[in-house]
């Protein structure tokens, strides 16, 4: 039975009367020898690793992930196809679409007319890869980045295919993968979470859900904690008036001896979780002012994330706070930046998504490089689904839309332990389905785990009765294409 459960069965009036009283003097006196152990004894790490992890020395030892919510066009952006100009107005042949299903926001469609991207592509790098105009500061790290074409999922809507690629299950209720890391590696620093959330400000797009980056079923202190865009970073963090930073070390010394003594009788583990949490905050009072100080940033830093980078909420800033916090020992940031769901107006709305964001990306790249950093730090770069060759509504010269494709889409990958200047996994000539080198999610995932020195199989949580494992229950490789 659970502890709790049978403690509470069993508590009766006369012995919780009977035990509060000894309860009380016994915690005080835990708070005092507590508060005399910290002042002699080296203080504890806050956020340790499972026992035996990582499985193997890792190439990486902090991940990036540059989520960009609402699905991307890999058409618009990386996926080549000059030949698709021939095409324009014409119907999806039904040979490519082959019956596959679509959404019921162009089921309806009498037609299915080619859209050829309205933007020019070309070479970049010793790689020569063909990349888009609207992203001319990532073609210039091209050569650093492993582009891979052929990913895939199986969810079409915006939840479950965002809830697939962060939990590698369409399900909820799963551990998101900053979570798993956080609860296998821990984090090196001791004054800020081991897993942090980014949502710079956009213009609106689909709804950001916390199972994105939820711990699911793991202790709850592993779920990342959310920064805000603007305002305080963390709401209701700083001291309320009237109490001073000695006041609250003794309220938490005192409140950390009550819940241990708790756990010990209960064995409750989010006793613990609470413990963990508000030390966290505590000591978050006086890292995250510093945290998101950018004044000693030199201009030349600055410059490499653009002229937003001071703009509090924005991609660049959240960017460049992104390499600050894994510069302190942050295990895992992830940036969620909204607004790519384009379904009618694509040309207009994609080229201010990619002004927003493109040369942050490149700026982190660079920044990270010229630190030292890239080459422990992996940084990881795609949406949810894919966008369909065919329009969505009108389609004309100038303006055209896309609906959600799950059958095919573009993700990058760069720094530790990546082969950067490649291209892996290749698509029909109307970038509808994968023809070559076909990649899973939870395929993409054993490869980050893989890098973060975990082996993804034996990476398992005992949850109702079964091993959980982030990649599922389906055998799963590790892409090592993709590996320097």
Do not use: C
């Given at each position: 039975m659970d502890p709790l459960q049978s403690h509470l069965l069993n508590l009766t009036r006369r012995r919780f009367i009977g035990e509060s009283g000894l309860r009380v003097g016994g915690a005080a006196l835990a708070g005092l020898l507590a508060r005399d152990a910290f002042a002699s004894a080296a203080p504890a790490k806050v956020h340790t690793a499972v026992p035996g992890f990582p499985?193997?020395?890792?190439?990486?030892?902090?991940?990036?992930?540059?989520?960009?919510?609402?699905?991307?066009?890999?058409?618009?952006?990386?996926?080549?196809?000059?030949?698709?100009?021939?095409?324009?107005?014409?119907?999806?042949?039904?040979?490519?679409?082959?019956?596959?299903?679509?959404?019921?926001?162009?089921?309806?469609?009498?037609?299915?007319?080619?859209?050829?991207?309205?933007?020019?592509f070309s070479q970049h790098g010793r790689s020569g890869r063909w990349v888009s105009e609207l992203l001319p500061y990532t073609a210039q790290v091209v050569d650093e980045l492993a582009v891979i074409k052929s990913v895939s999922t199986s969810a079409i809507n915006h939840d479950p295919a965002c809830t697939f690629v962060m939990t590698g299950s369409e399900i909820p209720g799963k551990p998101s993968i900053g979570s798993w890391l956080s609860y296998g590696l821990g984090s090196e620093?001791?004054?800020?979470?081991?897993?942090?959330?980014?949502?710079?400000?956009?213009?609106?797009?689909?709804?950001?859900?916390?199972?994105?980056?939820?711990?699911?079923?793991?202790?709850?202190?592993?779920?990342?904690v959310a920064l805000r865009a603007s305002g305080d970073p963390v709401l209701y963090i700083q001291n309320p008036p009237?109490?001073?930073?000695?006041?609250?070390?003794?309220?938490?010394?005192?409140?950390?001896?009550?819940?241990?003594?708790?756990?010990?009788?209960?064995g409750d583990p989010e006793t613990l979780t609470r413990t963990a949490q508000y030390e966290m905050a505590f000591r978050m009072q006086a890292s995250v002012p510093e945290l998101v100080d950018l004044s000693k940033e030199t201009e030349a830093t600055l410059d490499l994330y653009g002229s937003q980078v001071k703009e509090p909420g924005s991609f660049a800033h959240t960017a460049l706070l992104a390499r600050r916090m894994v510069e302190r020992g942050v295990r895992v940031v992830q940036i969620l930046h909204r607004g790519w769901d384009q379904h009618n107006n694509l040309p207009k709305d994609i080229a201010r998504q990619c002004q927003q964001t493109d040369q942050a990306c490149a700026g982190l790249i660079l920044d990270l490089k010229s630190r030292g950093m890239l080459d422990d730090t992996l940084v990881v770069w795609g949406g949810e689904f894919g966008r369909t060759v065919y329009s969505q509504g009108t389609l004309t010269q100038t303006n055209y839309g896309r609906d959600h494709h799950p059958r095919c889409f573009t993700m990058w990958m760069a720094g530790a332990g990546i082969k950067g200047g490649i291209s892996f996994g290749e698509t029909d000539d109307f970038s509808y389905n994968v023809v070559k080198?076909?990649?899973?999610?939870?395929?993409?995932?054993?490869?980050?785990?893989?890098?973060?020195?975990?082996?993804?199989?034996?990476?398992?949580?005992?949850?109702?009765?079964?091993?959980?494992?982030?990649?599922g229950v389906e055998e799963r490789r590790v892409i090592s294409e993709l590996l320097s």
């Open positions: 499985h193997y020395t890792p190439k990486a030892k902090r991940i990036i992930y540059l989520h960009m919510n609402g699905a991307p066009s890999q058409l618009d952006l990386w996926d080549y196809k000059p030949q698709l100009k021939a095409h324009f107005d014409k119907d999806l042949p039904d040979s490519i679409r082959n019956g596959q299903r679509i959404t019921t926001m162009t089921s309806g469609q009498a037609r299915f007319p080619v859209a050829p991207s309205q933007f020019n620093s001791d004054d800020l979470p081991s897993f942090v959330v980014l949502t710079p400000k956009s213009a609106g797009g689909q709804a950001l859900f916390t199972r994105m980056w939820s711990s699911g079923f793991l202790p709850s202190r592993h779920t990342g009237g109490v001073s930073a000695s006041d609250r070390r003794t309220m938490l010394d005192a409140l950390n001896a009550i819940n241990a003594g708790t756990h010990q009788q209960l080198d076909p990649v899973h999610l939870n395929e993409l995932n054993a490869t980050i785990l893989h890098l973060m020195g975990i082996d993804h199989r034996r990476f398992t949580f005992k949850f109702q009765g079964l091993d959980q494992r982030l990649t």
